[in-house]
Each structure stands twice: as C-alpha cells, then as structure tokens.
C-alpha cells in the first residue's frame, strides 16, 4: 500500500552540518523550528527571583541581555534553531559537587562547539545560548565594564525566557538524564527569517 503521508522537509546542508558536529563533539542535537520558539513571560519572571544567584550578577542573564522582546527580535534575525544537550551521570540528586563539575564542563566543551563551527564557514557569527548563564571568570564586570570575553559569551537560555523542556521535546531530544543531569545549549544559524511565538 501507498504511503501517503507528507514527509519531513529536508534538513538544509547547513543545519545537517551542524547537527553532525554537535554529535560528532559528544552532544545529542535537533532542530527546533523557529515557529515552534516561545519566549516565556514567566520564566523571565522566575530570572527575577534570582534563586540561582545570576540576575544582574553578568553580561550573560537578564537584565543584561536585554528585554524579552530584544531576546526575540535577536533570535528570529536567524534562520534556523538547533538544540543541543549533554548528560552526566551523578552519585544522586544531591550531588551537588558533581552538578557544579558537569556544568563547568558543558561550558568548556560548548566554548569547543563554537570553535569548530567556525569550521562551517557561515555568512554570519552564530548566537550560541548556554544553560545557566556564564561561569568563565571568577568576577564577572557587569555592570561597570564591558565583557572581557564577549566573542565567548554564550547568554543564558532561560534569560531569554526559553522553557528547556519545551525546546527538548520540539527538538525530539529527551529532557531528563537517567541517573544524572542533562545541559543544554542552542545554536542560531543565518538562514531565510523566521518567526517565532512571542506570548
Ligand atoms: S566572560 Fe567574564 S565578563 Fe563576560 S559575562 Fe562571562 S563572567 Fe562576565
């Protein structure tokens, strides 16, 4: 019997590219589409709660990045949105030593990521989003000087009112790490404009 179904539309040589080198780093990636991109009110609002200790302490995190609306005029300046993730195994759901080390390792091998996307020869720079805002120096600047590595700094998913669950699923990559914990990161790559969901 026929299959009638619609199939998926191909993934552009660029985001195929792409994808192959998150997984060829270590990363488990997917596309998310950037209609499929909402820019959440409310976890702008649980930035504010400042429970992590990264609002308003760097270029990285709100209010730094600017307003939810500047977040998503940034990123549907792009054309594709690609996920990426990493997990890590932990003792248990207090091991916060371990949680510290795998997040300073997600960074470090993001910081290769972004290395070898230039490797890609793309049109323009990416805009590389991390979890958690940015760990690279002991002090950051903010507010009273500039960056001192802004090549480098990868601004925080959630302060730009990402829900990371919700990116997984769009993105066909799973959320919860088995025994551990699981970092994520994006890529937006130039491409045709898009549109995204502001609420
Ligand atoms: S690289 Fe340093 S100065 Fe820049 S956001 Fe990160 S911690 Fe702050």
Known sequence: MTDHRPSAPAASPLVSAALALCRSLGFEAGEAPLSSLTFHPEIRAVCEENRCRNYSASWACPPAVGTLEECRERCLRYGHFLL?????????SWDFQGMGEAHR????QTDRLDEALGALGLKEPP???SNEGCIRCRR????????????????????????????AAAAGLAYRAKNGVAYFGAILLPGEAGTGTAE
């Open 84 to 92: 990426f993730s990493r997990a890590y195994a932990l003792e248990d």
């Open 105 to 108: 390792d997600f960074q470090l």
């Open 127 to 129: 805009l590389i989003l």
């Open 140 to 167: 950051c600047t903010w507010p009273d000087a500039p960056c001192r590595f802004p090549e480098k700094l990868h601004p925080s998913l959630e302060g730009f009112g990402f829900l990371v669950s919700e990116l």
